[in-house]
């Protein structure tokens, strides 16, 4: 049975679904005031690596992808660059998709941006109003975390700490990870010199990061989530502000498991621009790496895991997914055209593959243990049939995988 470890609550769990084995899904995705790097793209491709192994095991997945293009960033970012919100994020998006694919990820069934999602955000924040738990200042409006019982449970964030004098914090993001203790912003009232503005009930104004995500998921989700996946870094304020919005204004829970991913430092180093250290799926390539290398580089490592590239490592990644690649293709040419015949090889392949993937999709133990059993086989003791029913189960993981083949 597979058991994935959810934040909340931070152990180990059995996944079951509702009904049906339908399990919804929903990520978050890449904010595209810039480009989308290699740190990026662990988070999604460990979003990835479940989507594909729920399929595996026999769930109906839907899944949507948050796509943040309207935030402060993405405003500054503009102006900078002399061009409009929507140019630049139609840029980086198309690149998203474009490296999406390069890495051989599925493409969400919904992406929606948050400036498709005005109405949503609108429809929210004015039913926060109307409970009293948004209310106006200044133009912005803001919520009130004192208001909702239980804020702060994902994080598991003492509100004994929270402070008796009122204050608002009015920028979508913060850097670092420390808590804001005060009311969050939920609506940017506009000002003349603003372009990202939308003519509402709510005056001319756009809607923050926080209250993005449950207006995407209300948009195309209804009831409770069976997952909600993410960065490390969303699990201080990002999340439990999501959480708090759509439980304020809806019956039931956001999400029955949530799911985060740790951060890719680059040789013991956080990315980032003032360290020059931020790394593209290019660069890597002109650096003489495959893309299913770096696909494999950034899943081999467990996704709740810290991982850490290096050219060292990752050429070490390669050669090891060389060293697999080789031992298959020589039993794909013993196969040749053979009808597929079962075995105890192919089955046990098929069985170290789950035990470790319903282990919280640990993914390079599997890899391990497939690539030990693969050198115990003399491939020139094989029948043509039992290698091809081998190729058979080793295609069936490596739709998984997205490496072997």
Known sequence: MLRLFNTFGRKLEPF???????????TCGPSVYQRAHIGNFRTFLFEDILVRYLEYSGYNVERGMAVTDIEDKAIREAEKNRTTVKELTDRNIAQFIKELKLLKMKVPHYMPRASECVD?????IKKLVEKKIAYSHAGNIYFDPMKVR???????????KWPKKKRRFHKDT????QWNYGDFILWHGCEISEKACWNTDLGEGRPSWNVQDPSMVLRHFRGTLSIFCGGIDNLFRHHDYSLAILESVKPYPMARCWMHGAHLFVDGHKMSKSKGNILYTDTLIKKGCRAEEIRFFLLYGHYRKRLNYSDKAMKAAAQRLRDFRDLVEAIGIKAGSARPAASHLSDSLRTAFVFFMDNDMSVKPAFDAMLDLLKKIDALLLTAPQAAGIIRTLKKIDQVMQVIF
Not at 174 to 177: F, N, S, V
């Open 174 to 177: 913060y850097p670092g990870i």
């Open 150 to 160: 239980g804020f702060g449970k994902l994080f598991g964030l003492d509100m004994s």
């Open 16 to 26: 079951s679904t509702a009904a049906n084995k339908r399990a919804a899904i929903f």
């Open 120 to 124: 949503e955000s609108v429809s929210i």
